[in-house]
């Protein structure tokens, strides 16, 4: 594991994993989100208790569903996804999508009413003011997204679980962290760690600049 | 044709009603203050007019078309506007802000910018186009918010308070402007006041509200009291005076005296009024034909003379003056 193309790529394959994790994730559940903050109705509030629940679930039971579900004999073990980057994917999603939805609805509950009455008013459609709401609750949304992919990207449990650790197809960057410092190679570790804090700085720092941007 | 009629109109918060008319007209090209404290349900008319909220019960129609569906709400607001009592901003530049409505309406962006640029531009806020909403004094915001609403050209501007917390040339140079927007094309407008100067000043029609009813005297000489009872004839204290009223009714009680019935002189009148006092004239302002006179003697009370009246009199801000009424002229509520 010491070779820098090893390490690139191991780098290479955590970016990825958490990536499609987080966008995925945010598909499904930013739009959940804004129908949970923006809609009164019965049982809503037993539903974000759930939700907030969820976010306190364990990688580890995470991992153990997905890896049920997955395993050659569970339910989607026709799909042959256990031991795959794809895997570690799917236990992801698990993982980010209550911080996507949680979060959207908190951003979308703390938006200023007036925003939603002043659309009505100027004669904006129902989508429109919907659209209208979220620009307004944007960067709280944004934040929502860099959570769950900081989430997504430091998570270790859920990640060996389902996806083993294979060498060269399912090691990322935290699952070689978790590998060296069992083989006594802290250095390596150190090295690794560094790494993902560099890759979790760098798009921390991106969405600050964008936010600065959207400021302005 | 009338902008809007209203008939039985109520509105419920909470299983409390907020809001109870019987019937309102509002003619095209009106400008009708609605005006009363806190809490009479001014704000609250305004957005059932503006059909942003839907009424516990009654109907209200918009240029003669009843307008009772979820569909005939979303229709009427694109022709009718509701500048708030503290209007929002969305986020990004005055210009973005005041083609909102224009781009709501499907207009293509260029020509939404250009419109929204000449709205701006009627509201003496054309150099505040490329900035940011965020950045503004609440003056401002206030009339972009305005011009906001009058971009998309709407038959009817409801504002609510519009010129709470704005300084008098910010009030004096928005109505300048809705006059303006009025003579240019056919607008009907309503706005919420507790201003009655305001309202006196640039409304034609006026409408009083007191807890959510219209109310038969204007929301000027209400004084809160604490009847003594006794007698149908009673000595009440309001504030440094004693006002001699006819009621039966005894405790807290609200005492109005219509601006009409005070007579204002310039020597104590002796005549059957019961109540006759001195005091000095700290404002005046034309009120059509007529002319309102603030006399304070103790307490301010407002008084509607003719204008031949008032030069007669030779009436000037400072000078002393007597206000004078019947007991029997005064309301209790």
Known sequence: ?216 | MATFEAGSLRQEFGGRTVLSLDALGVREGARLAVVGPNGAGKSTLLRLLAFVDVPAAGTITLEGRRIDTAAARKAARRRVTLVDQRPYLFRGTVLGNVAYGLRSRGVNATEAGERAAAALARLKLRELAGRDARALSEGEIQRVAVARALAVEPVALLLDEPVSGADRAAHHALFEALAAEQARRPLTIVFASHLLEDAYRWADDLLALHQGRASPVTPENLFRVDLPGGSSMQMVTVGPLALQVVTDRQGPATLAIPPEEIVVSTEALHSSARNVLKGRVVRVAEHGAAMRVTIDAGIELVALITRRSFQEMGLTVGGAAFASFKSVAVRVF
């Open chain 1, 1 to 216: 594991m010491n070779a820098p193309g090893e390490v690139l790529g191991i780098a290479v394959l955590s970016l990825k994993i958490a990536l499609v994790a987080t966008v995925i994730a945010c598909l499904l559940g930013i739009p959940l989100g804004f129908y949970l903050g923006w809609t009164r109705f019965r049982g809503r509030r037993v539903l974000l208790a759930l939700l907030n629940t969820a976010l306190a679930l364990p990688t580890v039971v995470i991992g153990l569903l997905v890896y049920l579900l997955l395993a050659r004999r569970g339910p989607l073990g026709a799909l042959g996804l256990l031991y795959t980057w794809q895997a570690i994917v799917v236990a992801e999603v698990v993982l980010a999508l209550p911080i996507a939805t949680a979060l959207s609805a908190a951003a979308i509950q703390a938006v200023d009413p007036r925003v939603r009455r002043t659309a009505l008013t100027l004669g904006a459609g129902a989508l429109r003011t919907a659209w209208t709401v979220a620009r307004e609750a944007r960067f709280a949304l944004l934040a929502g997204v860099v959570v769950a992919f900081g989430r997504v990207l430091s998570e270790v449990g859920a990640a060996l679980m389902v996806g083993g650790n294979v060498r060269h197809e399912t090691r990322t960057l935290t699952t070689a962290i978790t590998l060296a410092t069992s083989q006594g190679e802290f250095g390596l570790a150190v090295a690794l760690g560094l790494i993902l804090l560099a890759l979790a700085l760098t798009v921390s720092v991106l969405i600050q600049l964008l936010q600065g941007h959207g400021d302005i």
